[in-house]
């Protein structure tokens, strides 16, 4: 089998991890503006559930699941550029410490901040493992 088959293989999964990396990143930042604003009518729509901290956790640790997945593994067999791997971290810091240190009005708005850079190394990784061409390798 060709190396760069492989190399092929691994980038098709690493293209459709970043995209369901950058729709979960965004709708999470979405999420995360959103759910305070509307905070006392979820309940009333039967989607109290958004605002439990077990499910926000839950989507944070499904983005660095994802993250991970997709930046990391594109970053080492593939493109060799640390900015993605900056700001998928640059993100998770934002997100992290917002939830656990900020409250209020700085909290919505640094924690989706986190998720839009999370989703910006998404597409920056995206275009990054798709301006990589394979280098034809002969069979062993």
Do not use: Q
Request: glycine share 10%.
């Amino acid at each position: 089998m060709y190396i760069c088959n492989i190399n092929m293989m691994y980038r098709k999964i690493g293209s459709r991890l970043d995209s369901i990396g950058m729709t979960a990143s965004t709708l999470c930042a979405i999420h995360c503006a959103v759910v305070p604003i509307l905070l006392t009518l979820l309940p009333l729509v039967g989607l109290g559930f958004l605002a439990n901290p077990l499910f926000e956790w839950g989507m944070i640790g499904l983005a660095l699941l994802l993250g991970v997945s997709s930046i990391f593994l594109s970053y080492f067999r593939t493109h060799h550029r640390i900015v993605p791997l900056l700001l998928l971290v640059a993100g998770f810091i934002l997100i992290i410490a917002g939830h656990i240190y900020l409250k209020g009005w700085v909290e919505a708005v640094i924690v989706p901040a986190g998720g839009l850079t999370i989703a910006f190394a998404h597409f920056i990784n995206f275009k990054y493992v798709g301006a990589c061409k394979p280098h034809l390798n002969p069979p062993r």
